[in-house]
DNA sequence: ATGGGTCTGTGCTTGATTGCACAAATGGGA
DNA sequence: TCCCATTTGTGCAATCAAGCACAGACCCAT
C-alpha cells in the first residue's frame, strides 16, 4: 500500500524530476529505442537508477521485471501523470526582445502547450505579430483569458513591471505562471497559483562559485 | 567552528540559493532601502528566515544582531563568494532564433557576465552580426576559447547536435557549460565541468501536474 | 521444461536538509 | 543609564530524500 497511485502526497521534488524523464524517453524514441531500464537511465541523466524506479512506482508499476519499460508506454503514462496529452493553451504576455523569441520559440507545440494569446503595453506593439499572433493591448487580458479558459502564463515583461501582470494575471484566473523576469514574485495570497522562474544568470552564478580564477 | 568560512564543504543547494538571494538584494537596493533582515528577505523569497541565516553563515557572519544585515556590504560579500565580483566572459553557440535572443539579451552584463564571441555552423550566418559580435564558423571555438582563456559557454543549437558541441567545448577548456537545447548532455567523463540547463517547459510540465482538468 | 541472467518494486538504512528555539548582541527611547 | 524590542548565529531535533540490497518476476536459450 505504501505505493498507492491514488495517493496525492508525492514530493514535489519528484513532480520535478517527470519531465526530465519524459525529455529522456523522447529522446530515446528517437534513437529508435523501444525499451529501456532504470539502469539505462540513469545513466544517461546522472540519476541513481534506484531512484528513478522509485521515483515511477509512485504512480504505479510501470516496468516488467527482467525486461524493463517499454518507452512508448511509459512516455504515455507520465504524460497522464503531468497532464500533458492534452495541449495548454498559454497567454504571453510581454513582446519585446524576449516575448518575441518565446512567440517563435518552435519548441512547445509538441510537448504540451500552445501560445494562444499575447500582450505588450506598448501601444506601438499593439498590432504587430510575433508567431502568427497579433499583439493585443493589456487592457485585455483579463477577458481573453476569462473567455478562452485559459490558465497557463508566461511573463517576458522589464522586472519592474512583472508584480503587476502577475496580479493581473491571478485575477484573470491564471493558475501556473512561468517568470522570465528577473525578480520573485509575490502569490503568497493565493495557494492555487503555482510559479515558476527562467533567468539564465541565476544558473551562471551558481556554476561560477565552482570555478577557478 | 562549524561555520567555518573557508570550509569548502557548502551543499550545492546552498550554492544554488545565493544567486536567489543576491537578486532579491539588487531588488531591495533598487528600491531605495540601506538595511535588511533574514525575516523579510525570507517574507519575499518565500523561504524561512532561519534557513537564510543559516546559509549565510557558511560563510561568515555578514549581519548584525538587533539590526539585521546591510544591503550594499552583503551584496558584495554574496558576489565574491560567488565569484561575480568580476566579470567572465562567455562563449555562444549557435546563431539561430534562440542564439540571437540570447546575443541580444540585455542582462547579463551587470551580472558578471559578457558574451565574448558567437558560433555557429551554418555558413549562411557566418559573418552576420549578434548582439554587436561577428559569427564566427565552428571551426574556430578552440581556438578562440584557448585564446581569450574562456571557461564558460552557453549552448543554443538544436538537440541533435548539442552534444557533439558539449565534447568540443570541454576539449576547449570549457568548464561551465549552460544549455538551452532540450536535451541532457552527458560530460561524466570530466567531474570538473559543470552543466546547467534552461529548458521551458519543463517548468511548465511541473506545474501542469497540480491543475484541474 | 528448466536454469541462468536480468531487472523491477520496495523495506530499511543512511544521509542530507530544514526548522525550532534560544543565548548573545545591538540600538533606541525613556 | 537602563530596559525593551529586535535580530543574528547556531545546537539540536525533526523531517525529508537518496541509496542499498534483495525477493520475486520475467525472458531466453538450451
Known amino acids: 500500500m505504501a505505493s498507492n497511485p491514488a495517493n496525492n502526497n508525492i514530493p514535489d521534488i519528484v513532480i520535478g524530476r517527470l519531465p526530465v524523464y519524459l525529455r529522456a524517453l523522447n529522446r530515446l524514441t528517437q ?23 522509485k521515483d515511477l512506482s509512485h504512480f ?11 518507452i512508448a508506454y511509459l512516455e504515455e503514462k507520465l ?17 519585446g526582445d524576449l516575448g518575441n523569441a518565446i512567440g517563435n520559440y518552435r519548441g512547445f507545440t509538441d510537448r504540451g502547450f500552445h501560445i494562444a494569446c499575447i500582450f505588450d503595453a506598448d501601444e506601438e506593439k499593439i498590432g504587430a505579430t510575433v508567431g502568427g499572433l497579433t499583439v493585443q493591448p493589456m487592457a485585455e487580458i483579463e477577458s481573453t483569458i476569462r473567455e478562452r479558459g485559459i490558465q497557463v502564463a508566461m511573463i517576458a515583461v522589464p522586472a519592474e513591471h512583472a508584480q503587476a501582470v502577475t496580479e493581473t494575471l491571478v485575477d ?13 514574485l509575490d502569490v503568497s495570497k493565493r495557494d492555487d497559483v503555482h510559479v515558476q522562474y527562467i533567468d539564465p544568470v541565476l544558473h551562471l552564478q551558481r556554476m561560477t562559485y565552482y570555478l577557478k580564477g
Open 172 to 184: 484573470a484566473g491564471i493558475k501556473a505562471i512561468l517568470n522570465y523576469a528577473p525578480i520573485n
Open 60 to 70: 504505479g508499476g510501470f516496468g516488467k521485471q527482467g525486461t524493463g519499460y517499454q
Open 79 to 95: 504524460r497522464q501523470v503531468l497532464q500533458v496529452d492534452r495541449e495548454w493553451k498559454v497567454a504571453l504576455i510581454g513582446a
Open 31 to 53: 534513437e529508435g529505442e523501444e525499451v529501456t531500464s532504470s539502469h539505462e537511465l540513469g545513466r544517461r541523466l546522472g540519476i541513481s537508477s534506484a531512484q528513478i524506479r
